[in-house]
């Protein structure tokens, strides 16, 4: 019964920040780990960021550009990105689930999945 809606994402020129926002119901939201994964045009989906005890994790490309937080009160996640690149460009989708921190970085650990909004970075 868990569902995920996704917003925030744009248009932004090379260099630019969005704050994207995973909005989680349907249970208790403090019990599961939410991540970010993208999937740009002929591309695989990767894996963007998750968090998870307290820890937070990372795409490399990702690092000092992108931060994850979350708002238990809100029921919400959040991904900020900033000095976007056109390499960023995807749709981002939000995934909830109970993945072992070895696991995290793939899509079968997480059992839910919002319908993804699109990021174009693009002069």
């Known amino acids: 019964q868990v569902q995920l809606v996704e917003s925030g994402g744009g248009l932004v020129q090379p260099g630019g920040s969005l704050r994207l926002s995973c909005s989680f119901s349907?249970?208790?939201?403090?019990?599961?780990?939410v991540a970010w994964f993208r999937q740009a045009p002929g591309n695989e989906r990767e894996f963007v960021s998750a968090?998870?005890?307290?820890?937070?994790y990372y795409l490399d490309s990702a690092k000092g550009r992108f931060t994850i937080s979350r708002d238990n009160a809100k029921k919400a996640v959040y991904l900020q990105m900033n000095y976007l690149r056109p390499e960023d460009t995807a749709v981002y989708y939000c995934?909830?689930?109970?993945?072992?921190?070895?696991?995290?970085?793939?899509?079968?650990?997480?059992?839910?999945w919002g319908q993804g909004t699109q990021v174009t970075v693009s002069s």
């Open positions: 995934a909830a689930g109970h993945p072992i921190t070895s696991s995290l970085r793939y899509e079968s650990s997480y059992g839910y």
């Open positions: 349907g249970d208790v939201f403090s019990r599961y780990t």
């Open positions: 968090f998870k005890g307290g820890s937070t």
